[in-house]
């Protein structure tokens, strides 16, 4: 038979916080086997760093944001969007190539605890050029004007 210090009597423990639990075993003959499990609880997933670098001139598309990520459980999974929700990569946390506007990502780490962001890209504003025009050169070959 088993029973754990839950007072759970079957052959495996689940759906448990972390902390320590003991189990004894006792078989047909009576022998009895006092075993204790710690089961701990990963560091929490936790953004460490994040840096975005806009877009450099009006409508280029050489934008990046850059995220660290520690505790969770690894591996992580990255989930890159635009503001329509079009995936723009699963596999990094780092995206470059960017156009001003909206960027969400999601960390997941291997149990499933994930967190989320929203970024915003920014760009300068369109540079305008207006040539006002004083007069009319009067004669070909002059430079009056």
Same mark, same amino acid.
Do not use: H, M
């Given at each position: ?11 495996? %423990? &689940?759906g448990v916080k972390a902390g320590s639990y003991m189990l004894t075993v006792v078989d047909a003959n009576g ?7 710690? %089961?701990? $609880?990963?560091?929490? %997933? ?20 850059? $995220? ?10 990255? &989930? ?10 699963? $596999?990094?946390?780092? @995206?470059?190539? %960017? @156009?001003?506007?909206?960027y969400n990502l999601i960390i997941r780490d291997s149990k499933d605890c994930s967190l989320s962001f929203v ?5 300068? *504003? ?13 004669? &070909?070959?002059?430079? *009056?004007?």
């Open positions: 038979t088993y029973l754990w210090s839950t007072g759970t009597n079957t052959v495996s %423990l &689940q022998c009895r086997v006092i075993s204790e499990t710690k %089961l701990i $609880t990963p560091p929490v %997933l936790e953004l460490v760093t994040e840096k975005i670098d806009n877009v450099t001139g009006y409508s280029l598309s050489n934008g990046r944001i850059k $995220t660290e990520f520690k505790g969770g459980t690894l591996p992580y999974t990255y &989930q890159w969007t635009d503001s329509t929700g079009k995936i723009l990569s699963e $596999t990094s946390n780092t @995206i470059s190539g %960017l @156009i001003a506007g909206t970024y915003e890209v920014e760009q300068p *504003d369109e540079l305008e050029v207006s040539i006002e025009e004083k007069s009319i050169i009067s004669c &070909q070959g002059s430079n *009056d004007g």
